[in-house]
């Protein structure tokens, strides 16, 4: 396979972190974790996927204080979001005139 290099630019140091936990969790290194998610996105599943779920054999299960956490730290900076008048979630608002 040819050295093929992709940038991807604009990536939030939360949503890096998150990817680097997912790393660790399943094993490998970033950029075969990104590869992996491009298969995954164009194929549907990918080769390590179907590797993995053989190796595993048992769903992760449910982390509450894990998913805390990861929620914090995507919501960090979230209070510079500006926050929308009610109105903006009325009916009309949304679909104007069209019926």
């Known amino acids: 396979m040819d050295n093929n290099k992709i940038e991807v630019t604009g ?3 939360p949503l890096l972190w998150l990817i680097d936990e997912r790393v660790r969790h399943f094993g490998g290194d970033r950029a075969a ?17 179907k590797q993995q779920s053989a190796d595993l054999g ?21 209070e ?8 903006a979630f009325t009916r009309e608002s ?5 019926d």
């Open 33 to 49: 974790y990104i590869r992996d998610l491009i298969e995954r996105d164009i194929f549907g599943t990918s080769h390590g996927q």
């Open 11 to 13: 990536i939030s140091e």
């Open 58 to 78: 048992t769903k992760r299960t449910f982390d509450p204080q894990q998913w805390s956490a990861d929620m914090k730290l995507l919501a960090q900076g979230a």
């Open 94 to 98: 949304i679909y104007g005139n069209h």
């Open 80 to 87: 510079k979001i500006p926050v929308l008048p009610p109105e």
